[in-house]
T-cell receptor, first 112, second 113 residues
Framework: KQEVTQIPAALSVPEGENLVLNCSFT??????LQWFRQDPGKGLTSLLL?????REQTSGRLNASLDKSSGRSTLYIAASQPGDSATYLC???????????FGAGTILRVKS | NAGVTQTPKFRILKIGQSMTLQCTQD?????MYWYRQDPGMGLKLIYY???????DKGEVPNGYNVSRSTTEDFPLRLELAAPSQTSVYFC????????????FGPGTRLTVT
């Protein structure tokens, strides 16, 4: 059974810092990995989608990497801003069951 | 485009009552999904649909039913509500399954007392 773990569960950093959020998954049989942002009381917003054949994806100050063989992904946020404060979720699309399996998320707070 | 819309935003049910959570998307997506999110946990898939008339169970389908008569709508029915169904429910859609992003609605916060 696929399990997704995100570390740390919560992170508080001063504005301007570069930071890394970690995601690990137990079964490397995935089609892709997606990073989402969730603001309090809101739905999820897709940030980056990495296909299993890709190593990384970039969007603005965000960079996500994928190492499928070791079951790891990182989300790198450059020059963090208070507006980046949110919960970040990663999810893998499994080759079995036609579904996304989510981690519990990392709660990020960027202090001004 | 409105994207994925969900109604209601909030609802309180008594144990044993039933209700339908509505979900509509205007992006002509084939795939639609229902998830629940419990506090401090990731989302878990309840049901999904790959097109009108086709639905399948996800990870936690017990106590729920779905139907998909049109491409746009994917309602989730709760029969005989139980406290364990207290959660936030999200509907999502994607153009296809594997290679496309999922787009989420704003969620419905349901409390069963």
């Amino acid at each position: 059974k696929q399990e997704v773990t995100q570390i740390p569960a919560a992170l508080s950093v001063p504005e301007g810092e570069n930071l890394v959020l970690n995601c690990s998954f137990t079964d490397s049989a995935i089609y892709n990995l997606q990073w989402f942002r969730q603001d309090p009381g809101k739905g999820l917003t897709s940030l980056l989608l990495i296909q299993s054949s890709q190593r990384e994806q970039t969007s603005g100050r965000l960079n996500a990497s994928l190492d499928k063989s070791s079951g790891r992904s990182t989300l790198y946020i450059a020059a963090s801003q208070p507006g980046d404060s949110a919960t970040y979720l990663c999810a893998v699309y499994t080759e079995y069951g036609n579904k996304l399996v989510f981690g519990a998320g990392t709660i990020l707070r960027v202090k001004s | 485009n409105a994207g994925v819309t969900q109604t209601p935003k909030f609802r309180i049910l008594k144990i044993g009552q039933s209700m339908t959570l509505q979900c509509t998307q205007d992006m002509n997506h084939n795939y639609m999904y229902w998830y629940r999110q419990d506090p401090g946990m990731g989302l878990k898939l309840i049901y999904y649909s790959v097109g009108a008339g086709i639905t399948d169970k996800g990870e936690v389908p017990n106590g729920y039913n779905v139907s998909r008569s049109t491409t746009e709508d994917f309602p989730l029915r709760l029969e005989l509500a139980a406290p364990s169904q207290t959660s936030v429910y999200f509907c999502a859609s994607s153009l296809s399954g594997v290679f496309y992003e999922q787009y989420f609605g704003p969620g419905t916060r349901l409390t069963v007392t």
